[in-house]
Nanobody
Framework: QVQLVESGGGLVQAGGSLRLSCAAS????????MGWFRQAPGKEREFVAAAHWSGAWRYNADYADSVKGRFTIWRDNAKNTVYLQMNSLIPEDTAVYYCTAGRPAAEVRRVYDGYDYWGQGTQVTVSS
C-alpha cells in the first residue's frame, strides 16, 4: 500500500522559514515526479513545486511563480523522501500543504489531476 506522509508544518511568523518533508512508502518513486500542492480555506488546491525525473537520476525543479526564489524542492531517493524548504514566508502562504507523486504528462504537471498519489496534508500557518 502506497503512503505519503508529510511532516514539518506549523505556525511561523512572516519572514520565517519551515521545512516540509514527505516520506513515501509502498513503492519506489525515483522515476516519478514528486512535489507539493497547497490549499487555503475557500480556495482550490494549487501547484507549489515539483521535482520531475528527467532520466539518468536527474531531476528538474518546477515552481509556481508565487514561490519562486523563496521555496526550494529536493529529493533524497535513498530515503524515498521529498523536501520543501520554505523561506521568507508570507501570510498568503498559509494553507494545508499536500505531498504528491505521479507521472504527469507535460501539460498537466501543474494540475491536481496529473498526479496519482497524495498525502494527508500538513498545516502551514504564517502570522503577520
Amino acid at each position: 500500500q502506497v503512503q505519503l506522509v508529510e511532516s514539518g508544518g506549523g505556525l511561523v511568523q512572516a519572514g520565517g522559514s519551515l521545512r516540509l518533508s514527505c516520506a513515501a512508502s509502498g513503492r519506489t518513486f525515483s522515476s516519478y515526479a514528486m512535489g507539493w500542492f497547497r490549499q487555503a480555506p475557500g480556495k482550490e488546491r494549487e501547484f507549489v513545486a515539483a521535482a520531475h525525473w528527467s532520466g539518468a537520476w536527474r531531476y528538474n525543479a518546477d515552481y509556481a511563480d508565487s514561490v519562486k526564489g523563496r521555496f526550494t524542492i529536493w529529493r533524497d531517493n535513498a530515503k524515498n523522501t521529498v523536501y520543501l524548504q520554505m523561506n521568507s514566508l508570507i501570510p498568503e502562504d498559509t494553507a494545508v500543504y499536500y505531498c504528491t507523486a505521479g507521472r504527469p504528462a507535460a501539460e498537466v504537471r501543474r494540475v491536481y489531476d496529473g498526479y496519482d498519489y497524495w498525502g494527508q496534508g500538513t498545516q502551514v500557518t504564517v502570522s503577520s
